[in-house]
Every structure is written in C-alpha cells, then in structure tokens.
C-alpha cells in the first residue's frame, strides 16, 4: 500500500467555474435621486436641474454606479435619465436600480463575454462559496448557458456538490 497522496479531484476531468473570478474590481456608489430633490422629496425640475448642475461628479470617476430612486418617492423616469446622462462620461458604469441591481448587471455582462466552448460535453461544477458578492441571478445566468452543452453539471465544492443536471 502506497503512502503517497493523491489529489482525485485535481487528477479528474471535473471543471471548476468560479464566478468570483469575474467579479469586476472598483468601488461601488449608490447614489440616490433624492440628494437632488426639494427636501429629498419634491421634484421642481429647475431647483432639480440646478443641483445636478452644481453637483461634483468627478467624484464617480471609475466607480460602478447604481441610481437609485427609492419606492416612496415618485418621480419621472427622465430625472432618473438625466442623473445617468452626468454620471456616464466618468463612472466605468451606470445602472438604473440598486446597488443588488448594479451587481447583477455586472456579472451578466461579464457572463455575456465569457466563451463556454471549452465546457462542452465536460463534467462542470459551479463553484459554491465565495469570498465576493456573487449575485443568485448571475448563478442562474451560469447555470442556463452551461446546460444546453455540459455533459454534467453539479454546484458545492469538490469535496460536497450537489448534482443540477445530467445529459440524458
């Protein structure tokens, strides 16, 4: 009997998918729309129109932004508009939602550039934990791209997964 150790999982044809590694680095600002309102509340478009103006917007230079509106508050959908339009030249990007909203659209669009080709017919495992926000939806995303082509898809850590699928 051999007293070597051997690493299985790192010898088997499984492929680990990490969703951290996409995680786009930056800093994250959520900015609301009440900052710009009359009393944080009421929207009179010259007093809106002025604070936007007097506003420092270099502030936002490379950060991921999410302009956010909250519920109670109503306001037209071009004052949300007008607020993405100061923000777009300076921040790296801009989403309409909140900060939750702004992770997801990241992790899409990073899902989106992301070539599956090399997962086709293979043994994949999505892994389970994180050290980063991985957003629910981006698994989701993952899951529904790798479908269609992997032989066998499973989400845990190599140690302990849970079986998602398998190629009838």
């Known amino acids: 009997m051999s007293d070597q150790i051997v690493n299985r999982v790192a010898n088997s044809a499984l ?6 590694e996409l995680y786009q680095e930056g800093t994250r ?8 309102l009359d009393e944080g509340v009421v929207l009179r478009e010259q007093s809106f129109r002025e604070r936007l103006q007097a506003h ?11 302009v956010h509106c909250p519920d109670d508050i ?11 339009t ?6 790296k990007s801009v989403v309409v939602g909140t900060a939750t909203d702004l992770e997801q659209q990241l992790f899409a ?15 994949v495992m999505i892994k389970g934990c994180s050290n980063k926000p991985v957003p629910e939806q981006a ?7 790798l479908t269609p082509i992997v032989k066998k898809l499973s989400y845990g850590e190599a ?10």
């Open 15 to 20: 492929q680990v998918i990490d969703l951290e």
């Open 29 to 36: 600002t959520q900015l609301s729309i009440t900052a710009f």
């Open 56 to 66: 420092d917007w270099t502030a936002y230079k490379d950060h991921f932004v999410a």
């Open 74 to 84: 109503l306001v037209p959908q071009w004052a949300t508009l007008l607020v993405v």
């Open 86 to 91: 100061h923000l777009q030249p300076l921040a």
């Open 109 to 123: 669009e990073q899902l989106a550039l992301t070539d599956f080709t090399p997962y086709q017919d293979g043994l």
């Open 139 to 145: 698994l989701g995303l993952l899951a529904a791209k």
């Open 159 to 168: 140690c302990s997964s849970v079986p998602l699928y398998k190629k009838p």
